[in-house]
């Protein structure tokens, strides 16, 4: 990544904007549905000032939905605030040459009020806030993700034309790990491995997945913020690139009831502050080392809470709702995928943890500060585990498998109650995401889907 550091002058990015002929900045921040959104501007205007003071927006950046509807009924913006800008300063460590867009650099930004105050309400300050408590306590996180996700033949104002049926995916049938079936894709999945690379994000591996059309790709871990910009970009990126093909790249968490779900898996780990693994337990590879142990045992205590944050939308539980490998319950075990969270225990840096309950579709800013904020208080309180799940935990009885939300109102209800999500993440972010989502739950409501139209419109 041709990235420039935070002590950056005026001069030094001049020579970036000159040595890479760059005429256009991608600049932007994420929004609370892990959307990257924000403005294309000149390099001039980024010289001139905005690398160091950034650029203003309306802060309906954090007021409206996925389809751009202001949600109406929020405390922090609307018509009675008179939706005032907020301030995007470009994070000058994330500043990279677009490679698949000639003359093009693109930049992350943090997000500020006008008064300069770092905006409470943005997951990436949000993560920044998770991480430095974890350095206060003398550990420093990492985290990698995982994403799997649809390719559809046709773009995505073809598929909207056809009101999104019939959808024809770029392959056809089941052939998970088929190195034969994955040659023929190689033009569009390969292309995402290399432009990422020149990108400066490692792609570890690719394979096709268990639905047609489906696939997934391993991010290499990293610190904790740069993996949730990496998580980022990864889905931007395979979107943009989808499109250049006439593809669309879908992150939906269920696209079609017979086919698998789309996971985003999280790996995540701690370094003690002289670089050793913290998670690591040389004298018992076999288990997590008693740091690790509580960690998790945060995790799982927590779990439940959290779920409005792993599975934040309406689709997310169809892909929970009968195992189909995610979870439906708090459980763990070791290097068990059955379960919710699962230790994976070594005697080196490869000892860590998965949380295997977010989609594809949850913002990977809120899942790793999330399950960072859960497993620091697991460690802060020396919380210990219950039992280990072996086998399937799906076949456990309700009351040991302690069952995840199942819709999102349900989420809801338990993040907006829980005392620790307010102690972790404030009270404000807690009201504020809670009531975005209750938008959710509310226009999913007033829809008339195509299963009531088949079920009731010819017998009723």
Known sequence: MAAIDESADQELISDFIKKNGIHTFKIGAVDLDGLWRGKRISSEYFLNGVWRDGTFLCNILFGWDLQDEPISELAYTGAHTGYPDINMRPDLSTLAVVPWEPGTASVICDVFERDGQSLDLSPRNILKSAAERAKALGYQPLAAYEFEFYLFQGTARDLARRGWRDLETLSEGNHTYSVYR?????????????????????????????????????????????????????????????????????????????????????????????????????????????????????????????????????????????????????????????????????????????????????????????????????????????????????????ARSNLLPTTLSGAIDLFEASIFARKALGDRFVDHYADMRRWEVKKFASAVTEWEMARYMEHI
Do not use: C
Not at 219 to 230: F, M
Not at 288 to 317: H, K, R
Not at 378 to 386: D, N, Y
């Open 182 to 398: 994955d040659t023929g894709h190689e033009f569009i999945i390969g292309e995402v491995r290399r432009r990422l690379a020149e990108y400066g994000i490692s792609i570890e591996a690719s394979n096709s997945e268990h639905g047609p059309g489906q696939f997934e790709v391993n991010l290499h871990y990293s610190d904790a913020v740069k993996a949730a910009d990496n998580a980022m970009l990864f889905k931007h990126t395979v979107k943009e690139l989808a499109a250049r093909h006439g593809l669309t790249a879908s992150f939906m968490a269920k696209v079609n009831p017979g086919w698998a779900g789309s996971s985003g898996h999280m790996h995540q780990s701690l370094l003690r502050a002289d670089g050793t693994p913290a998670f690591a337990n040389p004298s018992d590879p076999g288990r997590l080392s008693e740091v690790g142990n509580s960690y998790l045992a945060g995790l799982v205590e927590n779990a439940a809470d959290l779920t409005a944050l792993f599975l934040p939308n309406i689709n997310s539980y169809k892909r929970t709702f009968a195992g189909d490998w995610a979870p439906t319950g708090v459980t763990w075990g070791i290097d068990n995928r059955t379960v919710a969270i699962r230790s994976i225990p070594g005697g080196g840096s490869s000892a860590r943890i998965e949380n295997r309950i977010a989609g594809a579709d949850a913002n990977p800013y809120l899942v790793i500060a999330a399950s960072l904020e859960a497993g620091l208080d697991g460690i802060e309180q020396g919380m210990e585990l219950p039992p280990a799940v072996e086998g399937d935990s799906y076949a456990l009885p309700a």
